[in-house]
């Protein structure tokens, strides 16, 4: 005869509301998801820009046009290029320390490259090559590297800590004819978080606003001892350290802060990297003020054809704007690799872009392992 166990009336109302809470959730986070353009996947978003991408293609006759527009990048920085290769093109005044490592490395190798380095906890580790976010962690003590190195199974990165609080992508571009560039798109930073209300868990905080969320599984996963947190009155606790949209990042329009000074200094930095007229520095600094002097700040990441102009997330941003935003770039990284193909600069043929292709698919695919 079979065992029949009946829960307590008080832990199954208990379950009941749990459940129900859950479903609630869940139906704002893919109600979000559908209204809330910013979420939308990459390809679903991108769409509509791929009658426009084809016809570029025509107009500059080559698949690959946009190889040209920064020569010293691979595949111009659309796909699959090296980030420390991209740093060796950077003075390094503007760079945090940064050194590349094999997958392969034990703790005792990494200790002795650290302290040779001098780079300390906190740290920053990112794969040479990757995209939105993929494997970028912060680490802060050895518990974590040793998780980290466990998982990675690609060339990575060691990159130095920044400490200044303003995060920034700012966006210019050159044509190469010209003295001068345009920053043409500024998007500020701002970092999952929660604000304590000296009562609920940082979980619970999470349920109030739809971009906490979607981020919740995740945090339960990485770090459960800070969702069990209890934030007091107004206390400001940062869930991720990432900028990365795909992490939860917001991102901002800041273009009101472009101005000639901040034209002037990336005029400054762009000129001293051979071969870039097109992409998307990320950076953090100590405050825009100083970032208009062109001091302390340090780039983190240089992006080559494949940058957005990121200032397009801003929530409640027009559609119909970012896509003219998106076009406008486009049409310059066109224009850009043209003029470079006048001077010599040659395209990719249809046999070394489909070549490097298959290669960043075969990569693509420990993303998703």
Not at 179 to 204: F, Q
Request: with cysteine; hydrophobic share 40%.
């Amino acid at each position: 005869m079979r065992k029949i166990t009946v829960a307590p009336k008080g832990k199954t109302k208990n379950l009941q509301a749990t459940k129900s809470i859950t479903r609630k959730l869940n139906r704002s986070v893919t109600w979000a998801k559908i209204t809330r353009w910013e979420f939308w996947p990459f390809s679903v978003f991108y769409f509509p820009i791929a009658f426009y991408w084809a016809w570029l293609t025509l107009k500059t006759r080559s698949l690959f046009f946009f190889t040209a527009s920064n020569p010293t990048i691979e595949f111009g920085g659309m796909l699959g290029e090296s980030k420390d290769k991209i740093f060796d093109l950077i003075p390094d005044q503007y760079l945090p320390k940064t050194y590349k490592l094999d997958p392969a490395v034990d703790l005792t190798s990494f200790g002795e490259r650290m302290q040779l380095e001098g780079i300390n906890y906190p740290f920053i580790l990112k794969p040479d090559i990757g995209q939105r976010g993929w494997m970028v962690a912060l680490i802060q003590d050895e518990a974590q590297l040793v998780d980290y190195l466990d998982c990675i199974e690609v060339d990575f990165l060691v990159q130095e800590y920044v400490p200044y609080t303003v995060e920034l992508g700012v966006f210019y571009y050159r044509y190469p004819n010209c003295t001068h560039g345009t920053v043409s798109s500024v998007v500020i930073k701002e970092m999952l978080s929660v604000i304590g209300d000296g009562e609920r868990t940082v979980e619970a905080l999470m349920t109030d606003d739809v971009r906490t969320k979607m981020h919740r599984a995740t945090l339960r996963q990485k770090n459960p001892d800070l969702l069990a947190y209890r934030p007091a009155h107004e206390e400001h606790v940062e869930l991720n350290t990432i900028g990365n949209h795909c992490l939860g990042t917001t991102f901002l329009n800041g273009n009101y802060l472009i101005n000639e000074q901040l034209n002037k200094v990336f005029d400054e930095v762009s000129h001293q990297i051979e071969g870039f007229y097109f992409g998307r520095y990320d950076l953090r600094c100590r405050s825009m003020e100083d970032l208009y002097q062109g001091k302390h700040f340090k780039i983190v990441e240089l992006n080559g054809a494949g940058a957005e102009p990121a200032h397009i997330y801003q929530p409640g941003f027009s559609l119909i704007r970012a896509y003219k935003d998106i076009i406008h770039h486009l049409n310059v990284l066109a224009e850009i690799s043209q003029l470079n193909y006048q001077k010599g600069v040659a395209y990719y043929s249809f046999a070394e872009g489909m070549k490097e292709i298959i290669k960043i698919r075969k990569y693509s695919k420990l993303e998703k392992k």
